[in-house]
């Protein structure tokens, strides 16, 4: 009985981060239709509005913002059951590499950073680590 509730608190932990991302998300992508100033400070390194009205953006007129809402709530859903337990380890692999991309976008192209992005970011690599733990650590198969 003691593992099982290590491995709910584990899988509670990625259900509070999902909620967290939700949040963030749905605030990101409401800021993108409604075209509101986005509260986050503008100086020459952090520049939220700069990085969210950029060309990188959006894929095909839809906002990243989205595909973050979407990630999040997969997790958020999945997270109920141990069986999917691999999948969300894919899914967070591939929200690891999205992250690289998007860093190198902030930092290497536009020379700015979001700060609601990076909250966005931490999340992932959190929930990605998790992810790892309960799949190398705790038994799990990947196949």
Do not use: D
Request: proline residues 1%; contains cysteine; glycine residues 4%.
């Amino acid at each position: 009985m003691g593992s099982l509730k290590k491995y709910v608190t584990r899988f509670s932990i990625i259900q509070y981060l999902s909620i967290i991302g939700i949040i963030v998300t749905i605030y990101l992508t409401w800021v993108h239709y409604t075209y509101i100033q986005v509260a986050c400070p503008e100086t020459s390194a952090i520049n939220c509005a700069k990085v969210l009205s950029s060309q990188y953006s959006t894929i095909y007129h839809i906002p990243l913002t989205l595909f973050g809402l979407f990630y999040f709530l997969v997790f958020f859903i999945f997270s109920f059951f141990k069986k999917y337990a691999k999948y969300l380890f894919i899914f967070s692999v591939i929200g690891l590499l999205s992250v690289f991309a998007l860093v190198y976008i902030e930092i290497g192209l536009l020379k700015t950073i979001c700060l609601y992005c990076s909250s966005v970011h931490i999340l992932v690599i959190l929930i990605f680590f998790i992810s790892l733990y309960n799949m190398f650590f705790k038994g799990e198969k990947l196949y």
